[in-house]
């Protein structure tokens, strides 16, 4: 692998998920974080997977555009969803699995998901993540 392009910095204090603070060397982020609810914690903040999952979406979602791009393909509308789920493993511990739902505009079915699988090959959160947890990748043409 070749040198490092850019360098993103974050630190994690106090209690880290439960009521902890999640902030970036540049302070463009400082976020308070919390258990979701869902997992018996009180909410009110965010939480690792959903900071994940805006990471992925958004990521995902400009390598879909760079796809689309170089295809010469124009899109007139998209978006990207994320699902990132926090599973309980055999044996303990916790593992990942994810979704990723891509939404496109102004192609037909066979185009959005030849952009999708595309962007999948080119995100680097997809290419980090393949092999280690199950994902899958969907596309909509609205």
Known sequence: MSDAVYTAIATST???????????NDEALDLT???PTEMGGAGGGT????LFAAGWAA???????AVAAERK???SDSAVIAEVQL???????????ADLHV???GVDQATADELA???HAMCPYSNATRGNIPVTVDATVA
Do not use: M, W, Y
């Open 59 to 65: 990521c995902f979602h400009s390598a879909l555009k």
């Open 117 to 119: 699988e595309a962007a």
């Open 87 to 97: 599973r309980s493993q055999d044996g303990g511990g916790f593992g990942l699995a």
């Open 14 to 24: 106090g209690d880290g998920r439960r009521g902890g603070r999640a902030a970036t």
């Open 47 to 50: 939480n690792p997977e959903q």
């Open 33 to 35: 974080l919390a258990v």
């Open 103 to 105: 939404e496109l505009s």
């Open 73 to 75: 393909t124009t899109i």
